[in-house]
């Protein structure tokens, strides 16, 4: 978005808008049998509900993951990307201020060379979005955590 002001034009990012419910990778020590493990934390002082119906037949509508080399290679370790349409009323899970839920994902290996990428160092992104329920979460997390791959 661009503003003139006295003939000069100046630029104004947008930054991303803060959440109280933060998002982190907890586990990485299933990794290699296709299993990683996130963790919800409510940072604010307000309950935030969140959808409880991620399991591993809808995961890959919750959640995109991905690998990364320090060398720039990467995949997309979800078996299917795409929209999800529940045609029935959501479950929640309400989580107070300072709780936290850890739910076990699982990422789809079939296109990685684990043995190829053994001498980088990796990084691992999760990003979770959410666009369906009433009175929830809606919106992206994201979060990465490093990943050795030995």
Excluded at 44 to 53: L, Q
Excluded at 119 to 136: F, I, V
Aim: net charge neutral.
């Amino acid at each position: 978005m661009y503003h003139r002001n006295e003939g000069k034009t100046c630029s104004i990012a947008i930054a991303e808008e803060s959440t109280p419910l933060q998002l982190s990778i907890a586990d990485t020590s299933r990794f290699r049998e296709g299993r990683i493990t996130v963790r919800f934390r409510n940072e604010g002082n307000e309950p935030v509900r969140i959808p409880d119906e991620i399991n591993d037949e809808t995961a890959d509508y919750f959640f995109l993951t991905v690998l990364r080399t320090e060398r720039g290679n990467f995949r997309v370790l979800n078996r299917k990307v795409g929209k999800i349409t529940f045609h029935r009323s959501l479950n929640y899970r309400e989580l107070a201020p300072g709780q936290e839920y850890s739910v076990t994902i699982p990422v789809c290996l079939d296109e990685v060379d684990l043995e190829g990428w053994k001498q980088c160092s990796c990084e691992l992104e999760t990003r979770y979005y959410n666009r369906q329920g009433k009175d929830c979460f809606l919106g992206m997390l994201r979060a990465t955590a490093r990943l050795a791959l030995q």
